[in-house]
């Protein structure tokens, strides 16, 4: 989910790009889980970490929302996130030793962690969230080897291409909810979201085929439906 922030309060003011160095190692967590507890929703999933989450466990999307999932509503858009659990609200795949049991396959917002991704002119760039992770003497890793996800290059297309896709989407339905309710309108965006949910969560991918070009192609479907409630 987007946020507005103040980049001087938050980060070190510089921004970074897959080759940069930055401060962010952590040695691997040792003895620390904080991020992976009381994350509330914040944790959103994208079809990539759908498609890795369900090829990973063998479970479908309707299991994994029985398990480990939640639907949530980002700026009109319905999407999924991790569920956080118990007394501790922590994360149902922390493990009893505080360790990630999914971490090969873990959601990208984890990978990020403590990094987050500012979007400017059809593109992004990463910043550090300096008050974010609790470790104290932090060492600088480049941040391809940090977010550890192969072709990075082709991720990052991914992730500006659905960025960008859901925000015209969320733009409309943020400047409809300033104005008066529209049954029609609603029940569009709810057409909408349902297809959204169906074509790129609820859709199994296929696993022996690329993930990027399947994407590509629910992509350009998705955008025409969504062009309907988008122009109308
Ligand atoms: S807060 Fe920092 S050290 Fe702790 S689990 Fe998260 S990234 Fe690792
Ligand atoms: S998926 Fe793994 S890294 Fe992410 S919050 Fe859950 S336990 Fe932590």
């Given amino acids: 989910m987007e946020r507005e922030i103040d980049l001087q309060k938050v980060s070190d003011g510089r921004l970074y790009s897959l080759q940069d160095l930055v401060k962010v190692g952590c040695d691997d967590c040792s003895g620390c889980s904080a991020c992976c507890r009381g994350m ?18 063998g479970k479908a999307f309707a299991q994994l929302l029985d398990e480990s999932v939640e639907l949530n509503v980002a700026d009109g858009i319905i999407l999924p996130n991790l569920k956080m659990a118990g007394e501790q609200e922590a994360c149902v795949y922390l493990n009893a030793q505080g360790r990630c049991s999914i971490h090969t396959h873990r959601p990208g917002i984890c990978r990020l962690f403590p990094l987050g991704r500012l979007y400017e002119n059809g593109s992004f760039q990463y910043f550090i969230q300096i008050h974010e992770c609790t ?59 349902l297809f959204i949910l169906q074509q790129f969560y609820v859709l199994p991918y296929e696993t022996d085929r690329d993930f990027y070009e399947q994407f590509e192609g629910r992509l350009a479907q998705a955008k025409e439906a969504a062009a309907v409630y988008i122009n109308e």
């Fill in 135 to 193: 470790k104290e003497s932090r060492t600088k890793v480049k941040v391809k080897k940090w977010l550890d996800i192969p072709s990075a290059a082709r991720y990052e297309r991914f992730v500006t291409d659905w960025h960008y896709f859901l925000k015209g989407i969320q733009n409309k339905a943020m400047e409809e909810a300033m104005q008066p309710a529209d049954e029609k309108r609603a029940a569009l965006l709810k057409q909408v979201n």
């Fill in 40 to 57: 509330g929703s914040s944790i959103t999933l994208d079809p990539y970490d759908i498609y890795q989450l369900t090829q990973y466990t």
